[in-house]
């Protein structure tokens, strides 16, 4: 596995939606993924999580059920790009304005877009200078 791509977490329910948003995700970027159900996500330790550059988790109707997640999510440091069905989240989720909300079915160009925005910068290697 190649740690120098970005690792992106992809966080939903529906097994086929994940599959389709990674595929939209690596046809536009070289990055690692890994699919999982959002609750998964609870077994994942600090070391784990300072590897991912990016979560992409799924909103459920009621937001409340994984307020914790996110909160634990955000306090570790992990970029979040939220996706939903529901249009009750279509301007954000409450508590939580600041990180955007894609919905589903997702556009390729507005998922990829939102993706490369939210990605944790990634340190660029140093340049050596020839000093002759």
Known sequence: MNHSLPHILIAEREFLIALDAEYLIKAALNCRTTLLRPEQLDQWDTAALADV???????????????????????????????????????GVEGFEVIPVVMKPHDAETLVVNVRKRLRPRPQPSQETDQN
Do not use: N, Q, S, Y
């Not at 979560?55 to 937001?63: E, H, N, R, S, T």
């Not at 996110?70 to 009750?88: H, M, Q, S, W, Y």
């Open 53 to 91: 550059d990016l979560c992409l988790l799924d909103i459920p109707l009621d937001a409340t059920l994984i307020t914790e997640r996110i909160e634990r999510l955000v306090a570790k440091g992990v970029p979040l790009l939220f996706t939903t069905v529901g249009d009750i989240h279509r301007d």
